[in-house]
């Protein structure tokens, strides 16, 4: 039976190359057996390792960039007993180009080329590889790419569970074909549109995991190699597969190549027994809202750090007798102190986001916060920027659209794939990049929602029922 999913695709920002380590401390012998000797020692690490996944696994969590060592970047490794006649400079594919790919369109004998090294008896031998694609994926691992962390591009992309429930007739496993399309392509090249570089892998779901709705989380991409995957990323309209894996639970990943590519995709899964298949998306919740109608805010405590005190200070100045301050004058208060912390580089907060933030801490329906409201505000900008500048590994004092993902989940916010989407169309510029002002306004309206949501759903049961007065009441003042 076959199945058809019809999604679109996020692609997400991949995560920036790890600092590479300079120099191995590797010094040329001066001799062949010293040279074993020194290469032994230095692959130690590497044979208390069982298998390249493992390998890779573990530096992975490290966030180093692997160097062999049994072929350190060195003239010594290419030759020992003689001086070099050659000046070489040493590069990783990541430095030649801005987009290497590891194997595309499948490995042939004519990619091997012979340069001025004069090592043709290697290359002869890495040839002979080429002609039988069993042989070549044990020598050289077929689960890699130049791309760092290569999990950080698919977890927070659409997952697809797929159920195979039979083993063919005769046979201990069961034919898959996967087919992933891009949609419109065509239509839309004249307006510049061209075809992305596309695929998809497949990942066996743990025990733990099956039978229930989740999405198979970040870690697991880290620690667990995919069962299937297509053989590379191409600009081809289609890109298909046949597979034989054994009845089980699965789940399909599809990308693109590059980030921050987004169109419609078909997903088409084809089988010769029962199989069901679906798409696997987050449940929409929220961990740490704060429900402030409910909850009595502390006050200052004795000891006021010092902080707080400046705080007070600039709150008393523009406050007035009333001691409460509107959206311009909290404007005035925050921006006073955002500005202090340089590594943000923002410009301060927008009277629009200010607003917002009275609407979601005004307690008693004033339009103003007082002092402890003030204060409580404060306090989860101060958690939120800590999880801002977690997420800006770039330190470009922006997010992107991924980064964005991970730091909503890191504040208590877990979302499905269109509400991502949605929040990316209204809080990201042309770049796909959210500003800390942005990230701002993004969490004060989730919380402010989340909240109303609760105190509308008084049975708890995820459903509430409003009339145009409160669903404007609702809307217009968050």
């Not at 694609?133 to 044990?138: F, S, T, Y």
């Not at 989380?217 to 034989?244: G, L």
């Not at 961990?287 to 005190?309: A, G, N, Q, R, Y």
Request: aromatic fraction near 10%.
């Amino acid at each position: 039976m076959a199945g058809e999913q019809k999604f679109s695709e996020t692609s997400v920002q991949l995560t920036e190359a790890a600092p590479q380590t300079v120099g191995s401390g590797f010094t040329a012998p001066g001799n062949i057996y010293s040279a074993i000797l020194s290469r032994n020692e230095a692959v130690k690490d590497a044979r208390c390792l069982k298998d390249f996944q493992e390998l890779r696994d573990k530096y992975v969590r490290k966030k180093v960039l692997f160097e062999d060592p049994l072929f350190p970047a060195q003239d010594s490794s290419l030759f020992y007993s003689e001086k070099f006649p050659l000046k070489l400079e040493w590069k990783r594919p990541s430095d030649i180009c801005s987009n290497p790919q590891f194997i595309l369109g499948g490995a042939n004998r004519t990619d091997i080329c012979q340069g001025d090294l004069g090592d043709c008896w290697l290359l002869a031998a890495i040839t002979c590889l080429t002609l039988n694609d069993i042989v070549l994926k044990r020598v050289v691992p077929h689960d890699q790419s130049f791309t760092e962390n290569y999990a950080d591009t698919y977890w927070t992309n659409p997952q697809f569970r797929l159920v195979l429930l039979e083993a063919d007739t005769k046979e201990k496993t069961c034919t898959v074909v996967v087919a992933l399309m891009q949609k419109d392509r065509r239509k839309e090249r004249c307006s510049g549109a061209i075809l992305h570089n596309i695929g998809f892998a497949i990942y066996e779901v743990p025990n733990e995991m099956k039978g229930n709705q989740q999405q198979l989380p970040k870690d697991f991409f880290i620690y667990n190699a995919s069962t299937a995957r297509c053989k590379s990323y191409a600009n081809m309209r289609e890109v298909t597969e046949r597979f034989c894996l054994k009845p089980g639970e699965y789940v399909i990943i599809p990308s693109t190549f590059d980030p921050h590519k987004e169109s419609e995709f078909l997903l088409r899964v084809f089988s010769e027994n029962r199989s069901t298949s679906e798409v696997i998306d987050a449940e929409i919740e929220a961990e740490s809202v704060m429900d402030d109608v409910k909850k009595k805010i502390k006050p200052f405590e004795e000891e006021e750090t010092e902080e707080e005190k400046q705080f007070k200070a600039i709150f008393q100045q523009l406050a007035g007798d009333d001691m409460q301050i509107n959206a311009n004058e909290l404007r005035t208060v925050l921006n006073r102190v955002v500005a202090k912390h340089k590594e943000l580089k923002t410009e301060g907060f927008s009277l629009e986001s200010c607003r917002s933030m009275i609407a979601l801490m005004d307690t008693d329906g004033t339009g103003h916060l007082n002092l402890q409201e003030f204060k409580h505000l404060w306090n989860k900008i101060k958690k939120w920027k800590l999880v801002f500048t977690h997420f800006d590994t770039d330190k470009s004092s922006t997010i992107s659209s991924f980064e964005m993902r991970n730091a909503l989940t890191e504040a208590g916010f877990q979302l499905n794939n269109q509400l991502y989407d949605i929040i990316c169309m209204r809080y990201a510029n042309e770049h796909m990049e959210m500003d800390f002002d942005s990230y701002i306004s993004c969490l004060v309206r989730l919380e402010g929602m989340f909240r109303a949501f609760r105190a509308f759903d008084k049975d708890g049961d995820g459903i509430i029922k409003l009339n145009v007065f409160e669903w404007l009441q609702l809307t217009m003042y968050a």
